[in-house]
């Protein structure tokens, strides 16, 4: 069976490859050319893989977004710029930030491409229930090397995205309550949270006092219940995308996830996923 910790740190160490086109400089500045200011931008760049996606879509796939916060971006965006021209600015955005953190010249470049991309290839012989992971896989394959390996990440960051998704709806975990949730562990600032998700205050409020009275908060922070829900959120979630790992032997993953420390690392030291409030 395949290796669930092996296949938990290769998505892990590689996902800042891809988390950092959500934070640079250069995505912001190809939506703003098209037209978009960068809340606009965040959606119908990520949302383009579905067409002119609707707002209803959007909030039902990215899962913890306010509906407001979508409803104000979507569907205006595509009067401004056409799905094909976002993904366009995207993709353009993804290769300078890249090249501009020296990603082109690490050596195992296609090494790493290459067993990334044989994960994601495999992953999309598992379509069924995985929407924004399918409209993705849909997309063409960049021809760049670098780009097809922000590619692969974003294939294998959606499909395991679907089953996290899968697996808080399950646990009737909404998407406010599991930005709470998150918060509460302290691996995310809650302003940060907050602030990006667009939740109203008040609502925030009251979803916090629903999961105290469902013993899963104790003021701000996990309850022993709360922290069990969480683990097993995340052990589900785990598990739902090691059908995309499967599709490399032991050693294979196992090089995956020592050549992931690589990229991820040097993503990181070169400031590609600072973020500002």
């Known amino acids: 069976m395949t290796d669930v910790r092996l296949a938990r740190q290769s998505w892990r160490?590689?996902?800042?490859?891809?988390?950092?086109?959500?934070?640079?400089?250069?995505?912001a500045e190809r939506y703003a050319a098209l037209g978009l200011e960068p809340q606009a931008g965040y959606f119908a760049s990520r949302g383009a893989a579905f067409g002119t996606a609707s707002p209803e879509l959007v909030i039902a796939t990215f899962y913890n977004f306010c509906p407001t916060l979508v409803r104000r971006a979507l569907p205006a965006a595509w009067g401004v710029a056409t799905p094909e021209k976002v993904i366009e600015a995207r993709l353009d955005a993804v290769g300078a930030a890249l090249r501009r953190a020296g990603i082109h010249e690490i050596p195992v470049l296609a090494e790493t491409t290459a067993l990334a991309r044989h994960a994601a290839e495999q992953a999309v012989e598992h379509l069924q229930g995985r929407p924004l992971f399918a409209a993705h896989a849909a997309l063409p394959w960049p021809d760049d090397p670098l780009l097809e390996l922000w590619h692969a990440q974003t294939l294998l960051r959606e499909f395991r995205g679907d089953g996290h998704v899968a697996a808080l709806t399950a646990e009737g975990i909404g998407g406010l309550d599991a930005l709470i949730l998150h918060g509460a562990t302290g691996q995310m600032p809650t302003v940060f949270l907050k602030v990006s998700r667009g939740w109203p205050e008040e609502e925030w409020a009251a979803a916090e006092e629903a999961l105290r009275g469902r013993g899963l908060l104790d003021g701000d922070e996990l309850t022993e219940e709360g922290g069990a829900l969480r683990q097993r959120i995340e052990d589900r979630t785990d598990e739902l995308a090691l059908p995309a790992y499967a599709a490399l032997s032991d050693d294979e993953l196992a090089r995956l996830a020592e050549l992931a420390r690589v990229f991820g690392r040097a993503v990181v030291d070169a400031g590609l996923l600072t973020f500002s409030l």
């Not at 160490?13 to 995505?27: C, D, K, Q, S, T």
């Open 13 to 27: 160490r590689l996902e800042p490859v891809h988390g950092m086109i959500y934070f640079v400089p250069e995505a």
